[in-house]
């Protein structure tokens, strides 16, 4: 099994207390946890389901894969006269590397990303983006377990698509930066607030037309997490209307998943209008509440559950 690609399913269970919570979200799967045929069948509750207040993550996890291809590739960046210069790993850089692995592989818990290991990671993502899939995986990995948000922009910048690179180049590399990012929520939410409005600029900019289905489940769980800071009253309206761009451009996708997250998203920010840190456009809530009736009466139950939840709001 390619440790680089696959897809994840999540259904809510409803409001959750804890703000920096964490659900997997492959959690509710049996069998292939990165598949999305399947979701939760539990009950409806009977309370409303909003607000959730649970991040979302990609845990599935496999270090010493994403290792030994990093080894592999810097091999071959080094053996290449053009790229081992700018490039090509140390051997403290390597040792850093062993030592990081080691710790995600013995001790997680207690992983502390210090500034040796932090500048690893910095110049490992400035490798060619050919080179860079194992990377942003082993970055999404780290921000399961360590405070890593200084590397948003970088992460976001893989998002971009890359005009000398292939389209599964771009695909894969964008799909495993969101994860990332999503995964930054973890340990590290509180450093992402000041950022919010241009980071979800950047992401409505890009929009969703050139990711995967993998990729724009990716980019909903994102605008999920960024969600519940809104909920949590922590979002200024500037990041909240850049957050409702995001989610609109995902509400005219057609995959279950992503809709569904981008729903949730949207009840979020429905249910908390009154924390919001300035005013938001009732035109863009209604607009977003038709988008999300439409989709409702062809969607799945889980689907239809939320907008009922929404529009009650409204």
Do not use: C
């Amino acid at each position: 099994m390619d440790p680089y690609t696959g897809a994840s399913s999540y259904r809510s269970s409803g409001a959750t207390s804890a703000g920096n919570a964490q659900q997997n979200s492959n959690a509710s799967f049996s069998g292939d946890p990165w598949s999305a045929s399947s979701s939760s069948t539990s009950a409806r509750p009977t309370t409303s389901m909003f607000p959730l207040k649970t991040f979302l993550s990609f845990t599935q996890a496999n270090v010493s894969a994403a290792s030994k291809k990093i080894l592999d590739l810097n091999t071959a960046l080094s053996n290449d006269i053009t790229t081992a210069t700018e490039f090509a790993l140390d051997t403290a850089d390597i040792t850093t590397l062993q030592s990081l692995v080691s710790a995600i592989s013995t001790s997680p818990n207690a992983l502390v990303v210090d500034t040796a290991t932090y500048t690893l990671l910095e110049k490992l993502l400035d490798w060619p983006s050919s080179s860079r899939f194992p990377v942003l995986d082993l970055i999404r990995i780290v921000a399961i377990h360590a405070p890593i948000s200084g590397l948003l922009f970088q992460l976001l910048n893989n998002v971009s698509p890359n005009p000398s690179a292939s389209q599964k180049e771009n695909e894969t590399n964008a799909m495993l930066a969101l994860r990332g990012i999503a995964n930054l929520f973890i340990k590290d939410a509180a450093s992402l607030v000041d950022n919010a409005s241009e980071a979800l600029e950047t992401l409505s900019i890009i929009g969703i037309d050139g990711l995967n289905k993998n990729a724009r489940i990716a980019v909903a769980t994102v605008a999920l997490n960024y969600s519940v800071l809104a909920v949590e009253g922590k979002l200024q309206a500037l990041a909240v209307a850049h957050l409702l761009d995001l989610i609109a451009a995902l509400l005219a996708d057609n995959e279950p998943e992503t809709i569904y997250r981008a729903i949730v998203g949207f009840g979020n920010v429905v249910y908390s209008s009154d924390k919001v840190k300035g005013s938001i456009q009732m035109g863009t809530l209604q607009g977003l509440k038709s988008r999300a009736e439409t989709l409702a009466r062809s969607g799945e139950s889980r689907t239809k559950d939320a907008v009922k939840d929404i529009v009650a709001k409204l």
